[in-house]
T-cell receptor
Framework: AQSVTQLDSQVPVFEEAPVELRCNYS??????LFWYVQYPNQGLQLLLK??????LVKGINGFEAEFNKSQTSFHLRKPSVHISDTAEYFC???????????????FGQGTILTVHP | NAGVTQTPKFQVLKTGQSMTLQCAQD?????MSWYRQDPGMGLRLIHY???????DQGEVPNGYNVSRSTTEDFPLRLLSAAPSQTSVYFC???????????FGEGSWLTVV
C-alpha cells in the first residue's frame, strides 16, 4: 500500500517570501503525484500533477513542484507568496493501472500555510 | 456549468439515524468517489465508482453504502449514524482516466 507524509503541519511565512511545502511518499510501484489547495470551507482545487515526463511541474497561481524519485519526494514551492495563498495544502498519490487512477487518491495529512503581512 | 454538487451542506443527525448525502455531476464523468476529511488525517476514500452500476470500497467503507444507477448521481448512505462519522464529506468526479479530479464543496455532518 502507498502512503503520503507531509512533513510540516503548519508553515508560517511573510508575504513576498519564498515557501516550500514538503511531501514524501512511500510506494512499491510507480505513482502519480498531486498537490491540492483547500481554502476555508471550500472543496479542493488541483494545483498541479505529475504523471510522467519532466520532473519539474508548473501549476496554477505560480506554484511548482519537483518530483524526486530517488528521495520519493514531491515538494511544492512558490518563489513569492501572497496573502491570498493562505490555505491548507494537500499532497496526494495514486497508483495507476494502465495509466488510469480511477479517481482514487491517498492523501497526506495537510499543511496549513499562513501568509503574514 | 455546475460541476460537482453536494447536498445538504450541513446536517445534524442523532446516533442511529440514517441519511443520504447526495452528489451530482454534470460533466459526464465516468469516475466518481466519496472522501471524508478529518482534522490531521487528510482525506480518506470511502467508496468509488468507475461507471454506472459499478462501485467498490475504498479505505474506510464501514457504515456507508453507495449505488450508481446513473452516470450523474452517486449518493452516499449512512445506514445507522455513529459519532465517529462526524466529518466533512467530499464527493468527487474525474476524467482523464481518473487523473483530473473535481471536488464538490463538501457536506458537514455532525452525529450527536
Amino acid at each position: 500500500a502507498q502512503s503520503v507524509t507531509q512533513l510540516d503541519s503548519q508553515v508560517p511565512v511573510f508575504e513576498e517570501a519564498p515557501v516550500e511545502l514538503r511531501c514524501n511518499y512511500s510506494s512499491s510501484v510507480s505513482v502519480y503525484l498531486f498537490w491540492y489547495v483547500q481554502y476555508p470551507n471550500q472543496g479542493l482545487q488541483l494545483l498541479l500533477k505529475y504523471l510522467s515526463g519532466s520532473t519539474l511541474v508548473k501549476g496554477i497561481n505560480g506554484f511548482e513542484a519537483e518530483f524526486n524519485k530517488s528521495q520519493t519526494s514531491f515538494h511544492l514551492r512558490k518563489p513569492s507568496v501572497h496573502i491570498s495563498d493562505t490555505a491548507e495544502y494537500f499532497c496526494a498519490v495514486s497508483v495507476p493501472a494502465g495509466g488510469t487512477s480511477y479517481g482514487k487518491l491517498t492523501f497526506g495529512q495537510g499543511t496549513i500555510l499562513t501568509v503574514h503581512p | 456549468n455546475a460541476g460537482v454538487t453536494q447536498t445538504p451542506k450541513f446536517q445534524v443527525l442523532k446516533t442511529g439515524q440514517s441519511m443520504t448525502l447526495q452528489c451530482a455531476q454534470d460533466m459526464n464523468h465516468e469516475y466518481m468517489s466519496w472522501y471524508r476529511q478529518d482534522p490531521g488525517m487528510g482525506l480518506r476514500l470511502i467508496h468509488y465508482s468507475v461507471g454506472a452500476g459499478i462501485t467498490d470500497q475504498g479505505e474506510v467503507p464501514n457504515g456507508y453504502n453507495v449505488s450508481r444507477s446513473t452516470t450523474e448521481d452517486f449518493p452516499l448512505r449512512l445506514l445507522s449514524a455513529a459519532p465517529s462519522q462526524t466529518s466533512v464529506y467530499f464527493c468527487a468526479s474525474s476524467q482523464d482516466g481518473g487523473n483530473t479530479i473535481y471536488f464538490g464543496e463538501g457536506s458537514w455532518l455532525t452525529v450527536v
